[in-house]
């Protein structure tokens, strides 16, 4: 019976830590509470709401960003103005979750850091999301013609969801509803009609009521076909034409295809035309010329000859300051009218990267090295016109590291032990660091940039540690920080 009753009462401890930690993952009324088991006594951190009604559920989430995993990571929430949160030393932060119709009037995230001692209370303060009519009226379009308004607002907390909305209609009006805030809107284009008098973009403001109706109005003339015929280039090969000029309202248009004919719908009025470049090719008659529509189609006839084989140029670019056999590379990308490109990228180890390039216009990109910064000649462009143009110059600088050293005492000699030393957190060092190292004498040494560490010694059988911290932080700041030190001892 003594056995039995043992199992019984086992169980019933069980179910009672199962109970207490439920219990302890509510919070609904303000009672504080954790969720993740931690190390170290509980402090208070207190938020202190204004401006939601008597029973309104709110929410705020704490997550550690120390090192080690002595920290509280957990969302409470309550029903009265006020959530308390229990946790450990340490640097934490929260954030205040969204309700429904509300907004945090402030930011809604930021950090604090615990040291001993209940903090004072964090206050944040709700306001309504109030919303207001943003209407749109457009004139010129046909009836039953869709039209689509995209709008974006300049928030940056819990409204910005609402600030951005696209809406389609046929209808002659459309209304987006908004809170308080300074929003661009665009309208897209739409085929056969022009915009009128800049209507195509703009700003509003919303500020307590709604905004005047906004005006966006479109001319429809009839349009006539100007089709552009290209001969010459390979089939699949991308090119381009932009038209513009004044048919009524100023028109600017650009189309590309990888067919052998581009067409602009255009009303009666006189435009010019551009051809853009094609890798390899050059347009074989003129490149711009003018066009006038004046009651019908008109076509324009463009070939396109290759570049000779042969006609490439060596590009050099030299690297300073790399210690000898380190990887880096450079992207290369042929600049053409009407945003078309083709990149390239070459990489090496020694201190000069070559191209072979054709003439034309060029920028260049520099790729980031871990452990250097560029100081001079990471970007820019150059140009090739029948001749290489002069060697592109690169700086590299390295950048300062220092030795981080952890000693242990009471291993025996020979015994192999390790140290993990990482980022604390994203951002805190000038690349993400994460080095583990094991040695079988009494010294581990790291190098390492400026920035904010975590480490962790890992445990060794047979031994337990015995002084100084398993676990911990610490920062590099111009110079070699205080040597750590652990001690073991073995295992009775």
């Known amino acids: 019976m003594r056995v039995l009753g043992g199992v019984l009462g086992a169980a019933v401890g069980f179910a009672l830590v199962i109970v207490v930690s439920s219990l302890a993952s509510a919070s609904l009324g303000g009672v504080p509470a954790t969720v993740e088991k931690s190390k170290g006594p509980l402090y208070d951190v207190t938020f202190n709401e204004t401006g939601l009604p008597n029973g309104t559920n709110w929410s705020v989430h704490v997550a550690y960003v120390g090192c080690g995993c002595e920290g509280v990571r957990t969302t409470v929430t309550s029903n009265t103005s006020q959530v308390t949160i229990g946790v450990t030393n340490g640097t934490y932060k929260y954030t205040v979750e969204r309700v429904t119709g509300f907004y945090v009037n402030g930011s809604a995230k930021g950090e604090f850091t615990m040291s001993g001692a209940a903090l004072p209370a964090i206050n944040v303060s709700f306001d309504p999301v109030v919303p207001y ?47 308080n805030a300074t929003y661009h809107y665009t309208v897209a284009k739409v085929a056969g009609s022009f915009f009128i008098d800049h209507s195509q973009a703009g700003k509003f403001v919303v500020a307590g009521a709604s905004p005047a109706p906004i005006a966006v109005a479109w001319i429809t003339p009839p349009v006539f076909n100007a089709t552009f015929n290209e001969s010459g280039l390979p089939s699949g090969t991308n090119w381009s034409v932009a038209v513009s000029g ?36 050059v347009a074989s008659g003129p490149s711009r010329a003018g066009l006038v529509i004046t009651d019908a189609a008109v076509s324009v006839n463009v070939s396109f000859l290759q570049v000779a084989e042969g006609a490439f140029y060596p590009i050099a670019v030299e690297e300073n300051g790399l210690a000898s056999g380190q990887h880096w590379s450079v992207t290369v990308t ?22 072979l390039l054709q003439n034309g216009t ?33 700086n590299f600088t390295a950048v300062p590291t220092y030795t981080v050293t952890f000693n242990e005492t009471g291993l025996v000699n020979g015994t192999n032990w390790s140290v993990l030393l990482r980022s604390q957190s994203a951002g805190s060092t000038p690349w993400p ?31 337990r540690v015995t002084s100084g911290s398993a676990t911990g932080s610490l920062t590099v700041s111009g110079g070699s920080p205080a040597v750590t030190t652990i001690g073991f001892t073995a295992k009775g």
Not at 137 to 144: C, R, S, W
Not at 253 to 277: D, Q
């Open 133 to 179: 009519v943003a209407e749109f009226v457009e004139t010129g379009l046909p009836a039953g013609t869709n039209w689509t308004v995209t709008v974006s607002g300049n928030g940056h907390g819990q409204e910005a969801k609402d600030e951005h909305q696209s809406q389609t209609t046929d209808a002659a009006t459309m209304n987006f509803t908004l809170p």
């Open 246 to 281: 004044f048919g009524g309202t100023h028109i600017s248009e650009t189309a590309s295809s990888t067919g052998t004919s581009i067409v602009f719908a255009l009303p009666n009025g006189t435009y010019h035309y551009k051809i853009a470049e094609v890798l390899g090719f």
């Open 334 to 355: 042929a600049t053409h009218t009407f945003g078309h490109s083709r990149t390239e990228t070459q990489s090496g180890k020694g201190t000069t990267i070559d191209f």
């Open 362 to 394: 060029y920028r260049y990109s520099v790729h980031s090295v871990q452990g250097y910064t560029i100081s001079t000649g990471g970007t820019g462009t150059f140009a090739i016109a029948g001749s290489s143009p002069s060697v592109i110059l690169v």
């Open 433 to 463: 660091i994460h080095l583990v190292e094991t040695s079988s004498g009494s010294s581990i040494s790291f190098t390492v940039p400026n920035g904010t560490y975590c480490f962790k010694f890992y445990a060794v059988h047979g031994y």
